[in-house]
């Protein structure tokens, strides 16, 4: 619908300010993550994921728009890629879940079918009915968001049953398919995501596997020390970990590279004792996440 008047802010600007501040963001805060979500503030939960998410998605975008520059300092064609569109995406990638991860995503999507909706729940989906229908905006529904920013939202870009290779996610229901084809009206390709939509599931997946191992630790579910002195532990670690996930190993990777991989990952581990709360403790932990993170980003090339 038509927008009020434009304000000091571009338009992808204004996209991002709406999404941070709906009600519908704010209540990842009480959304868990690892632990329960009134356990401290050490602990993270959606709303501090999804600002950190943000903030990885937005460097990646900035890293390969620098990249482009100064490999192509004289061209006059720009790069198809907005480093606003990618954080606005990052930021509402997790607003549609809800709380016990996919578990509770699970048993919404039985009773939603059980009472008649054939198009079930989905989280990513969820996503993206809140933010064109149910958020409240400055008009009469949703956050009224430009189509590049829904477009790098749609991580599944399909309905329900449409793409056989993943039957058990979808981006978008049938309540909203008419604005589901406004937003992927300029795709050539279709079920395939933007680039700032793929950026924005990349740095979902770094910052929820960094900040994880960071949770897990802290909690003491992941004894991280014993695995980094202990190889009998580490030994352990591996048979349980590929006897129970044997047949769902990662793309090309077998048993053999993901031993070899973790092996070499401990060794950069600074980390000897269970994790305290005291100041080394913390300044250890903080080293290894940062470095973590550090080296995803710069791992992304164009």
Known sequence: YRDKA??????????????????????????????SADEGHVFHNRLTHSLQVAQVGRRIAEKLLREFKDEKPNSTAPPDLDPRVVEAACLANDIGHPPFGHIAENELDGIAVENGLQDGFEGNAQSFRIVTKLAMGSGDNGLNLTRATLNALLKYPWKRG????KLNKWGVYDSEVILFGWTRMLVTCPQKKSLEAELMDWSDDVTYSVHDLDDFYRDGIIPLDRLVVDSDERERFYTEVFDRRKEKLPGEMDEVYLRGAFDALIKTIPIRKKYTPTREARFRLRTLTATLLREFVTAVTR
């Open 6 to 35: 434009p304000d000091n802010r571009l338009a992808f600007q204004r996209d991002r300010d709406r999404i941070l501040y709906t009600t519908s963001f704010r209540r990842l805060a009480k959304v868990t993550q690892v632990v």
């Open 162 to 165: 449409e793409n056989p290779q």
